[in-house]
């Protein structure tokens, strides 16, 4: 099974080069990296490929942008140009446990043409460096459910981060797709980008059309907050707005969307607030484009 790592990134070169190096023992002849530089001002897609030549066991494929088009678009660029039968979005300062491939390769062959395996993760503080959440999702086993809904809307015990298993997905390295699946609904989806979480609109589509996902239990990465990137609009604003808008649409259960909506809050770092009430007063931009 030809199996593709999907990097957007933007002006992450230092990070980016980390990620690279972090998962370069873990890759085989079945595995390549796809890389989108979104018009990076860092030299980003040099040092792309002056690593490809560093490292010519590895297949790398570098897809730059020469303007920053936007995280949306970036994402899609990346699906577009990978070759696996299955895809992992992986965010390009988020750090992969040693054998995530193995596992996450091994769990994909024990069940053939899942649309999506959402994987469970850690947190680890870029100020401190440290794990701040050994597991984001709470659940103690694998999850294997009949339906989209149950899969989306299955309740997360505590201390899990969100409360249902489906808002998971906005986290980007938590998901594994089946490029077919995804690029029979990214057409689709056009009408939601801009909200810097295109993934979010596609894989949801995938998963009412084509069933539900596996959620593997042990996490497979460390996922890294406080790392400077604000986001270009209210994400979670959009997502509340926009997101449980399109389950609607797509035919999820709508008793459960409307206790989603009810309860849903915003869930932003210290670090997002701050930067929020001091930029007009830095003169520094709360709005970054994004990867």
Known sequence: MRFSICIPTYDRRGQLLATLEHIRPQLDEACE??????GSGDGTAD??????QRHREVSVRLVARQSNAGFDH????VVAAATGEYC????DDDLPYPHAIREIRSALERHPGLPLLLLNYQRRDEISGRIDRPMMVSLPRDFSPATANEFFFHPCPKPSYFKLLGTNIITLSTNVIRRADWLAEVSAAAPWIGHSMIH???ITAMLAARGPG??????QLAYTCNNARPWPNDVWHDYRTGAYGHLRDLGYDKARIAAAEAESITHRTWRDVVRSVLGPWTGRSTSKAEA
């Open 88 to 91: 992992w979005l992986l965010g």
């Open 47 to 52: 040092a792309v490929r002056s690593w490809q």
């Open 33 to 38: 990296i796809v890389v989108a530089d979104n």
């Open 74 to 77: 970036n994402l899609i660029d």
């Open 214 to 219: 596996l959620f593997l239990a042990a996490p």
């Open 200 to 202: 979010v609109f596609v």
